[in-house]
């Protein structure tokens, strides 16, 4: 399985350096513009840089996958003596260890360009020292575990459509437009479903966002409650997509 | 591309004329081993059961031998050389002989040809 | 195991055609076999089920005793008719990640069949010629060794020089251990490496046999007996 991810990864040796090369630039051009454009632009612009990566990386998450469906290197994976769960698990790990390297990249020179405008701007570096002081760290670490856990959902549903369609439509025009759909009818059927969950069984553990070092009164807002029902729903789903899909790359997959 | 053999005759058959010939001519001689069959196919570029099959269809006619681990050789038996020298010299005579009445000639023509012709070689 | 494969009324079927019709082929170890036939007759699906990278709609078939799986995989090595390694390959990364994939991978082997193919290690997969890059698959497939090799094709579209080495390669890769499937249009320059032949059209057997014995019986080569069977 690890053979899997080194090999993914060194196909995308080349996309890495041309993406870290064109945040580096583009950064280091804002820093320059500091002073011409004024700290909001800046700001702006940086979080579009972000907005673009992570979409970005988000094609690539995809492209992982889908290329090995539908192209010829489909061959080369499915003649391999791998199981259907090492294959996916690579999927996943590659996808992952993408989205680390050109997020590290991206909050790097997120970084380097919000010292630079910090020193200009000392309003800002106070605003955001308020800001850390006040939400609890125990909820930041917990939320990013949580998105991570989400994104790996996402991408298991978003390869369990591509698998399933590849299987159900021959047509390989068909193909992409019809995991597309899957994927949104899949959608609608699980927010029904969550729906449903949430309004019958309202249970819920509610998470603090506030530190303890806060002074700040909300009013009780400063909960967020996390459904227990749903959360287990969740939990099953994905376990399903990941089996269900491994069993269809090993034992369903025609070329 | 190795030698070339005639495909529609079975190729086996064409290896056993190879090395009766080879016998007869003295190329190898009463006691010679014979290349092994890997090496053999390999010359020749063909399947190496074709090569079995012909060694064991000519230790079958009992004009090889085979010593396990040591290989196939050429039986020491002078007689058997001098029978294959005949059955070889047979095949070329009856396809000539035959050849020539079928263009029309007769017994004396041919032997009158087969006479130049022999005066011409020595 | 003596048979290495068994087919048993294998089907395949697609929306509008049925590639295989109930096609019954058995390969016993240490065997060349050729597969023969026109395009479309089924060959291509045969060989991809067989390697494990299409599904069958009905009818039997087993490798080694196995159905199409994991196992089988280890055991098949496919050479297919497209080009299917990763475009930034070079010679060398594809060499390694045969390594890698599978233990019966011999580098060594490999190394020596590259330079016989004069290949050179550090070129680019992208620019290989067509005749370049199917001695390359060739050399990666025939550098394991596996119980059953299954070529497609391997000698379509290359020229004469080449088509010579790749067949002394296949040749010298012989085993008792292993059997080789091999299908072809050239059936003049390979008939004298089969062992056995099976001629398939619309999906099915229609004629098969010991090539030597076919010979002998019908007083034809087995590029004649194609031309008769599939006129």
Redesign the interface.
């Given at each position: 399985m690890f053979n899997l991810v080194k090999y993914e990864l060194k196909g995308y040796y080349k996309d890495f350096i041309i993406a870290t090369g064109i945040i580096a630039l583009i950064s280091l051009f804002l820093i320059t513009r500091v002073n011409v454009w004024g700290l909001q632009s800046v700001m702006a612009v940086s979080f579009m840089v972000n907005f673009a990566a992570a979409v970005v990386v988000f094609i690539w998450n995809i492209k992982v996958f889908s290329r090995d469906m539908y192209e010829d290197t489909g061959y080369l994976l499915c003649t391999l003596p791998q199981h259907g769960y090492s294959i996916l698990a690579s999927k996943l790990i590659s996808s992952l260890i993408q989205a680390l390297v050109v997020g590290a990249v991206t909050m790097l020179f997120n970084y380097i360009v919000f010292k630079s405008t910090s020193k200009i701007d000392i309003n800002l570096s106070i605003m955001v020292t308020d800001i850390i002081k006040n939400v609890n760290p125990g909820f930041v670490g917990f939320m990013a575990l949580v998105s991570f856990l989400e994104y790996f959902y996402f991408l298991v549903f978003i390869y369990f459509s591509i698998a399933l369609s590849k299987v159900a439509i021959k047509k390989k025009k068909m193909g992409k437009m019809s995991s597309f759909i899957i994927f949104i009818i899949i959608s609608i059927v699980f927010g029904k479903i969550t729906q449903f969950l949430v309004t019958t069984f309202p249970q819920s553990i509610n998470l603090n966002m506030l530190s303890t070092k806060s002074n700040l009164f909300v009013q009780g807002a400063q909960f967020m409650p996390i459904n227990i029902a749903v959360t287990i729903f969740n939990i099953v789903v994905f376990v399903l997509m990941f089996l269900a899909t491994s069993y269809i790359i090993e034992n369903k997959l025609d070329f | 591309?190795g030698i070339s053999?005639?495909?529609?005759?079975?190729?086996?058959i064409q290896i056993m004329h190879l090395v009766k010939r080879d016998i007869v001519i003295q190329k190898l001689k009463p006691g010679d081993k014979l290349p092994s069959v890997r090496d053999m196919?390999?010359e020749l570029?063909?399947?190496?059961?074709?090569l079995q099959?012909a060694y064991q269809e000519l230790e079958r006619e009992g004009i090889t031998y085979t010593q396990r681990g040591m290989g196939t050789f050429v039986r020491e038996d002078i007689d058997m050389i001098g029978e294959l020298k005949r059955e070889m010299a047979k095949e070329i005579t009856d396809s000539f002989v035959e050849g020539m009445m079928n263009l029309g000639f007769t017994e004396k023509e041919i032997l009158t040809v087969i006479e130049d012709k022999v005066k011409e070689e020595i | 195991m003596d048979i290495i494969l068994k087919a048993s009324n294998l089907e395949k079927s697609y929306f509008n055609k049925k590639a295989l019709n109930g096609l019954n082929l058995e390969v016993k170890k240490g065997r060349i076999v050729g597969i023969l036939g026109p395009n479309g007759s089924g060959k291509t699906t045969f060989l991809k089920i067989a390697a494990g990278i299409l599904t069958k709609t009905n009818g039997e078939i087993l490798i080694d005793g196995h159905k199409p799986g994991v196992y089988t995989k280890s055991i098949v090595a496919y050479l297919p008719d497209k080009e299917y390694l990763f475009k930034w390959m070079k010679i060398k990364d594809a060499v390694n990640f045969f390594k890698d994939f599978y233990k019966d991978f011999d580098e060594e082997k490999c190394k020596k069949l590259l330079e016989f193919m004069n290949l050179d290690i550090n070129s680019k997969v992208k620019t290989l010629s067509k005749g370049m890059a199917e001695k390359l698959y060739l050399t990666l497939v025939l550098s394991r060794k596996a119980k059953l090799y299954v070529l497609d094709e391997p000698l379509a579209g290359v020229d004469p020089t080449t088509r010579e080495k790749i067949l002394d390669a296949i040749l010298d890769n012989y085993s008792e251990d292993s059997s080789i499937i091999i299908t072809t249009h050239l059936v003049n320059d390979i008939e004298r490496l089969f062992d056995d032949v099976a001629f398939i059209s619309e999906g099915k057997v229609v004629l098969s046999g010991n090539a030597e014995e076919l010979r002998n019986e019908k007083g034809l080569s087995i590029d004649q007996l194609y031309r008769e069977v599939f006129k």
């Open positions: - | 591309m053999f005639d495909q529609k005759i079975p190729i086996y196919a390999s570029k063909v399947n190496p059961n074709t099959r | -």
